[in-house]
């Protein structure tokens, strides 16, 4: 009977194989049935994940990303069409609104088709721009694959993206080879800090449009390294936003295909790279989630954080100035189908802030301990001679992270009378001490002195 | 009193005003020969004439004066770090001088006329109770 049970249980953990943290419905917009083979693999590998895939035309009339003022799906793949619009239900607006509610998207766009309106004012809104005309493609006469793109070098072969920049984790990387025919490249404006590239044009790359004439490309709309094939938004709630240059990079036909670079015959591995965006993208990985926060007086002995749910944080609500305080945050990383320790990258690392309208201390927290599924970072410190509300405040904004912001109010309370040294205790009192005693001792033989010396007044007044 | 005051105070004013016709060196040397004579007669008049409370009374509050003089003296010269400390030291002996000079006025037998309805008995137990008062509040702000 016992392993009949664990079996069912295995094949439950089986059928529960990889989820996102918020959510598993899945809408796919595309334009026609046919369109769908294409992309059987890749949907059928979300599929295999546990999505519940949808597949939808924006022409149809059922279609609409919310029911009831609430998202009718957790994410959605946009795939490119042939109409030049989207349609009502897709506008700019609406797809903003989606990604107000945390729904995350997965925009791939074509450059054979022509990019609809809807998603043209999108990145717009968002600060990504992509060449106006037509048929625009990212070239390199360096990178290209020989065997299908020998004239025209439109498909490229990049290795997986390295690390954004030192201190981010890369949920990107890979061996292997992707092939990125006929992309729309796109740029990043300057001034956006939720905007992040994936995957950048090598040097050699740059975008034009074949259908000018001209022998020579007069004004390329970006080149280098400044071109994204692959570039990615995640906003101040969290939701992301894949923009993907080429949608072929989805298909069936690219996933595992032969392809030659420079005279070497490789295999591209789009497969697993479209694998790894599309969890990023709905968060499957790089999703943080603070679990308990506490607090203490230090009074010399650590306290274990307890990770239990059941057990509540029960923090002190007062602390005194210039107190010994310990602080402990338990964080976790969704990673594919499981909570699992958190370790910031190399260089990195998360903060505390105590912080009363502006920071009074911001300290570096070490990992003390870990769970099974969660990392507990710590930092002790003293309050700062400051009385007032605080704070106690962990933000950690990063780059492909899901962003965290806790907060803790405490109160810091002034000494109380009795909590100062004695003045016997501060050598430096000790004449003011002698001089208020003097004093009095000087007052006690005073009223002696006037009291004994009573009858004298009357002789005076007698003689006066 | 007052008039019996004045008599002995002017007696030298005629011997000053005949040393203008003199050298100035013989002036000084008379004028500080004429100041010691004022110096001594009024201490001897203080003396004679004052009332032995209010003798009692002048002597603490010189006393208190020199208390307090060191006092700020040394916090002048070292420093005035537990300042609590200084303030309610200091502010110990300047407010028993200032205790001190009250009784001195209600109790002096020249001011009689003005505090007729305050006995001596009840500027005394006044005076004591606001004392205790001001220990009480400087021992406990010196902590």
Redesign the interface.
């Known amino acids: 009977m016992r392993w009949l049970f664990s079996l069912v249980v295995v094949a439950l953990l089986a059928a529960v194989q990889a989820v996102s943290f918020t959510g598993k419905r899945l809408l796919v917009v595309l334009d026609e049935a046919s369109e769908k083979e294409k992309y059987s693999v890749f949907l059928g590998d979300l599929e295999g994940r546990g999505f519940h895939v949808t597949t939808e035309s924006p022409k149809s009339d059922s279609l609409s990303l919310f029911r009831h003022g609430e998202r009718a799906y957790d994410h959605v793949v946009l795939l490119p069409a042939k109409s030049k619009g989207l349609g009502p239900a897709l506008t700019a607006n609406l797809i903003l609104d989606f990604l107000k509610k945390e729904g995350n998207i997965l925009l791939a766009l074509s450059s054979e088709s022509a990019t609809p309106t809807s998603v043209q004012s999108l990145l717009l809104e968002l600060d990504i721009h992509i060449p106006s005309d037509k048929g625009a493609l990212v070239v390199d006469h360096f990178n290209y694959d020989s065997s299908s793109a020998s004239e025209k070098h439109d498909v490229l072969l990049l290795p997986y993206p390295t690390n954004l920049k030192s201190g981010v984790k890369n949920y990107f990387g890979g061996d292997g080879y992707i092939a990125v025919p006929r992309a729309v490249g796109q740029t990043l404006g300057n001034e956006s800090p939720l905007l992040a590239p994936i995957l950048r044009a090598p040097s050699t790359a740059y975008s034009y449009n074949p259908k000018d004439e001209a022998d020579t490309v007069e004004d390329p709309f970006a080149t280098g390294s400044q071109l994204n094939l692959v570039s990615a938004v995640q906003a101040h709630n969290s939701a992301r936003l894949a923009v993907l240059g080429s949608a072929e990079i989805l298909q069936n036909a690219w996933f595992a295909e032969k392809a030659t670079l420079a005279g070497k015959d490789i295999k591209t591995a789009n497969r697993d790279f479209a694998e790894k965006l599309s969890s990023w993208t709905f968060k499957e990985t790089g999703v943080l989630k603070v679990g308990k926060l506490i607090h203490y007086l230090d009074e010399g002995v650590s306290k274990k954080l307890n990770s239990s749910v059941a057990v509540p944080e029960n923090n002190p609500k007062i602390y005194r100035i210039k107190q010994d305080v310990a602080f402990q945050v338990e964080i976790s990383e969704y990673s594919n189908t499981h909570l699992t320790p958190f370790v910031p990258a190399d260089g990195d690392s998360i903060q505390l802030e105590f912080s009363m309208l502006s920071p009074f201390h911001r300290l570096d927290l070490t990992p003390i301990s870990q769970t099974a599924n969660s990392t507990i970072f710590g930092v002790s410190f003293k309050t700062p001679d400051q009385h007032g509300i605080f704070n106690f405040h962990v933000k950690y904004n990063r780059p492909f992270l899901t962003n965290i912001e806790e907060k803790r109010q405490v109160t810091v309370r002034h000494f109380a009378?009795d909590e100062?040294?004695?003045?016997w205790q501060?050598s430096?009192?000790w004449?003011?001490?002698?001089?208020?005693w003097?004093?009095?001792l000087?007052?006690v033989a005073?009223?002696g002195?006037?009291l004994y010396?009573a009858p004298?007044?009357k002789s005076?007044?007698k003689t006066? | 009193m007052p008039p019996k005051q004045r008599t002995p105070s002017s007696q030298p004013a005629p011997s000053s005003t005949s040393t203008p016709s003199k050298p100035t060196s013989s002036k000084a040397a008379s004028n500080s020969m004429d100041a010691q004579a004022i110096a001594t007669d009024i201490w001897n008049k203080y003396v004679d004439k004052t009332p032995q409370r209010v003798k009692l009374l002048d002597s603490f509050l010189a006393f208190l004066v020199v208390v307090g003089v060191l006092q700020f003296v040394y916090c002048v010269i070292v420093g005035n770090f537990p300042f609590n400390a200084f303030l309610s030291g200091f502010s110990a002996t300047v407010g028993q001088f200032v205790l001190t000079a009250s009784l001195r006025i209600q109790t002096n037998p020249e001011n009689k006329s003005e505090f007729e309805s305050i006995s001596h008995e009840r500027a005394f137990a006044d005076f004591v109770f606001g004392s205790l008062l001001l220990h009480f509040f400087c021992v406990n702000f010196i902590n």
């Open positions: 009378h100062w040294p004695r003045s501060i430096g009192a004449v003011w001490i002698g001089g208020i003097v004093t009095v000087g007052w005073f009223v002195l006037w010396s004298t007044e005076i007044k006066q």
